[in-house]
């Protein structure tokens, strides 16, 4: 388990009972693994930044209830896990004041990311850290399939890697933290990726299922 306190620890558990009981079918990348891997990028970068114990509890709550509201649907789904997060730390009478910084955090993950607070740039930069990855790919392929699946159509090799071009292209880190570590990496990435794509060729259709 990765916790820093035991409203997290309960949060964790939480989370892990929806995903396993409410998990859409056609969920690929947000799944809990994806959860748990946001929640070890939010550790890894806040502990990085020298953060407080508190600040620490703040980035890790909003990395387990980032995604909670796909279960409900992916559009909008910001605004729902941040509702989910807000009842549950109400009950359990967490800070009032930290609250704020909390939901914050969540809603910053929509993308295009827009924070606008250190713990918020964490947390973006937790949420996307897979494309600085070695595991690129794989992540990638998971987001496509769970893509196909939800909108019942199918991207042509040549389309998905120019969708990928462009969102790592666009997609840079928010911390110096996360530039430094990850920058790399996401550049060979993003060059792989190109390569890919003039291996590619031209002329790939979607197709509706």
């Not at 407080?52 to 703040?58: A, G, H, N, Y």
């Not at 890790?60 to 509702?83: C, K, N, P, T």
């Not at 989910?84 to 910084?101: G, V």
Request: proline share 2%; with cysteine.
């Amino acid at each position: 388990m990765i916790v820093r306190s035991a409203v997290a620890e309960k949060a964790e558990a939480l989370v892990t009972k929806l995903y396993r009981e409410k998990l859409p079918t056609w969920a690929r990348y947000h799944t809990l693994e994806h959860t748990r891997e946001v929640v070890a990028g939010c550790m890894e970068i806040g502990m990085g930044m020298h953060l407080t114990d508190e600040e620490l509890d703040v980035i890790v709550l909003a990395a387990w209830f980032h995604d909670a509201g796909h279960m409900d649907g992916a559009d909008g789904h910001e605004e729902r896990s941040a509702a989910i997060a807000a009842e549950f730390l109400k009950k359990e009478d967490y800070p009032a004041e930290r609250i704020p910084l909390i939901l914050g955090c969540i809603r910053a993950t929509k993308i295009p990311q827009q924070p606008s607070t250190a713990l918020e740039r964490i947390v973006c930069d937790a949420d996307v850290l897979y494309i600085g990855g070695n595991r690129f790919r794989e992540h990638s392929d998971a987001l496509r399939e769970e893509w196909e699946k939800r909108m019942e159509l199918r991207f042509g090799d040549v389309e998905w890697l120019q969708k990928n071009i462009e969102f790592v292209g666009r997609c840079d880190f928010h911390t110096g933290y996360v530039r430094r570590s990850y920058g790399a990496m996401r550049t060979r990435n993003l060059a792989e990726l190109y390569e890919r794509l003039g291996n590619a060729g031209t002329g790939s259709d979607n197709t509706r299922r």
